[in-house]
C-alpha cells in the first residue's frame, strides 16, 4: 500500500522494497484502484525509488533497524487525475485525537482466514502513545471488539488525520502489526519527525518533485 503525495511520488514503507529486492524482485509499478486486482484499474510504471539509506549523509534517529521505515517512489509519469494528493506532516500531538484517524490500506480482511489482499479498505485508530518528534508511535483500532485492525498488505498504508473542514493530511505509515490482525496493536513511522521528515525534503527534491513537510 501507498500514499499518493504529489502528481508523480508515491510515500511508502521502506521494507515493501526490501523484502521484494531479496526475492529477486523488484517494484515496477503502481496500480490506481480500489481492487489492484481488477483489470480496468489504472497502473503507472516506477521511474525509481529511494530509500533513507540512499541519500548520503542523512543522519538518522533511531538505532532501531525499522527506525527508517519509509520510501518514496517516483513514477514515470504523473497518476491520475481523479486520485487525491495528500499533504505529509501537520497532525500536531496525535494523542489529542480519538476519533479523526483513518488507516487507509490494501491487506487482507480480518474476518475472514481466506485471502483477501488487494480491495482498498478503511480502519479507524486511536493512538496508544505520543507521537511527539519520536520517529515512530502506535495505534489500534477504534473499535476495539477484535473484529478489525491492520493486517498483511496494509504495509506502507498511510494513517491520515481527517480534521473537520481541512484537507486529510499523512502522520504515520504503517510499518508493522501485531497478531493476529483483528485487535492489532500496528506501528508507524512519523514522517514529521526530525530525521524522516528531512528524508522525505530531500529524496522529493532528488526525485524531482520537491515537497515540503509540515511540522
Not at 39 to 68: F, H, I, N, Q, W
Not at 180 to 188: E, I
Amino acid at each position: 500500500t501507498g500514499t499518493l503525495i504529489a502528481d508523480d511520488l508515491v510515500l511508502s514503507a521502506q521494507h515493501c522494497i526490501d523484502v521484494p529486492e531479496s526475492l529477486k524482485g523488484s517494484l515496477t509499478k503502481v496500480v490506481f484502484g480500489t481492487d489492484i486486482f481488477d483489470k480496468k484499474s489504472v497502473s503507472v510504471d516506477v521511474a525509481r525509488y529511494l530509500r533513507p539509506k540512499d541519500l548520503p549523509g542523512l543522519s538518522l534517529s533511531s538505532e532501531d533497524t525499522l527506525g527508517d521505515d519509509l520510501v518514496l517512489v517516483k513514477l514515470a509519469k504523473k497518476a491520475p487525475r481523479d486520485w487525491r494528493r495528500v499533504d505529509v506532516g501537520g497532525g500536531g500531538d496525535v494523542g489529542a485525537y480519538s476519533r479523526s484517524l483513518r488507516l487507509f490500506g490494501f491487506g487482507d480482511s480480518v474476518d475472514s482466514q481466506d485471502y483477501s489482499s488487494g480491495v482498498l479498505r478503511r480502519v479507524d485508530l486511536v493512538p496508544v502513545t505520543d507521537r511527539n518528534a519520536k520517529p515512530d508511535f502506535f495505534a489500534r483500532p477504534l473499535d476495539y471488539s477484535g473484529r478489525t485492525g491492520a493486517c498483511n498488505g496494509d504495509s506502507g498504508g498511510a494513517l491520515l488525520l481527517e480534521d473537520e473542514g481541512q484537507a486529510p493530511r499523512v502522520i504515520g505509515v504503517v510499518s508493522s502489526t501485531s497478531t493476529p490482525c483483528a485487535g492489532s496493536t500496528t506501528r508507524f513511522m512519523n514522517p514529521s519527525s526530525a530525521a524522516l521528515a528531512e528524508f522525505v525534503r530531500r529524496g522529493s527534491r532528488a526525485l524531482g518533485t520537491p515537497l515540503d513537510v509540515k511540522a
